[in-house]
């Protein structure tokens, strides 16, 4: 498995909109005359490692999925998705029993090169699934965002970088380098959440030789690995079976909010 983690800290141009965050909508700024007044955008989801507000989101427009009991990897119980037209939010409970080990993994001097606790968000755009990377899930996908949620033995922000599959191979040099500003993270306990900013991720897709940009629907799952890179699988899952043997899952399709 080539792991483009590590290369990611190359020095990239990134496009001005990268950086920016939604404008808040004021009051009094509606376009529509007849409705003048439009409430001011909050974000649905603080990332600050208090997981409340996920309970309040309608769980009829949350993308889940659990861990299904007969698979073959179980370190991730669930991941929940959620986007709205500036965000896309995730998500991770990791089991109890294992996460500890698993931050213990990141804080091992005698070797600085694995120690952050790496994953990728799988996003497949287009709505099609005949192109693109197809692994841990049975459909192909054709971006990955790349970073680390813990370093050390705790958790950190997620600061990964956009890279896109072409012709068999990840885009090298990303499509956003980590630092991009398009991401941030925060977990506690057993449990991580991270946000996603539209605008940047299409404004890195808008630099590709094939930009597919993230529209109302899309398709996302999450793979997750140790330390040293050993497979921890990929959510959704299902079970192990002979038709199945590694218990790879649909991926999530996930409708925007407006």
């Known amino acids: 498995m080539k792991k483009v983690f590590s290369f990611l800290a190359i020095a990239a141009m990134v496009l001005v909109a990268c950086n ?3 404008q808040p909508i004021k009051p009094g700024g509606g376009e529509d005359p007849e ?3 439009e409430p001011e955008y909050v974000m649905p989801i603080t990332i600050d490692g208090d997981f409340a507000d996920w309970a309040k989101l309608d769980a009829s427009k949350v993308a889940s999925a659990k861990c299904d009991p007969n698979a ?25 029993a294992q996460i500890g080990e698993l931050l213990a993994g990141t804080n091992n001097p005698s070797d600085p090169d694995h120690d952050a ?32 949620i813990a370093s050390k033995g705790q958790w950190c922000s ?24 398009m991401l941030a993270g925060a977990g506690k306990d057993n449990k991580y959440e991270i946000s996603l900013l539209r ?12 930009p597919l940009y993230m529209g109302e629907e899309f398709q996302t799952g999450i793979t997750f690995y140790t330390a040293t890179w050993g ?26 909010v407006k």
């Open 20 to 22: 920016k965050k939604p």
């Open 72 to 96: 073959l990897y179980t370190a991730v119980k669930e991941i929940r998705v959620y986007a709205d037209e500036f965000y896309v939010f995730y998500y991770i409970e990791f089991d109890n």
């Open 199 to 210: 605008e940047s991720f299409n404004a890195g897709c808008a630099v590709s030789s094939i």
């Open 117 to 148: 606790l790496p994953i990728r968000l799988d996003i497949n755009t287009d709505g099609e699934f005949t192109t693109g990377y197809k692994k841990y899930f049975q459909e192909m996908y054709d971006f990955i965002i790349e970073g680390g």
């Open 231 to 256: 497979e921890l699988g990929g959510m959704p899952n299902t079970a192990v079976s002979e038709d199945d043997a590694k218990g790879w899952g649909h991926m999530l399709t996930v409708k925007t």
């Open 158 to 181: 997620f600061d990964g970088g956009l890279l896109q599959r072409i012709d068999g191979s990840w885009t090298d040099p990303a499509l956003l380098p980590s630092g991009s500003g």
């Open 35 to 37: 409705d003048p007044e």
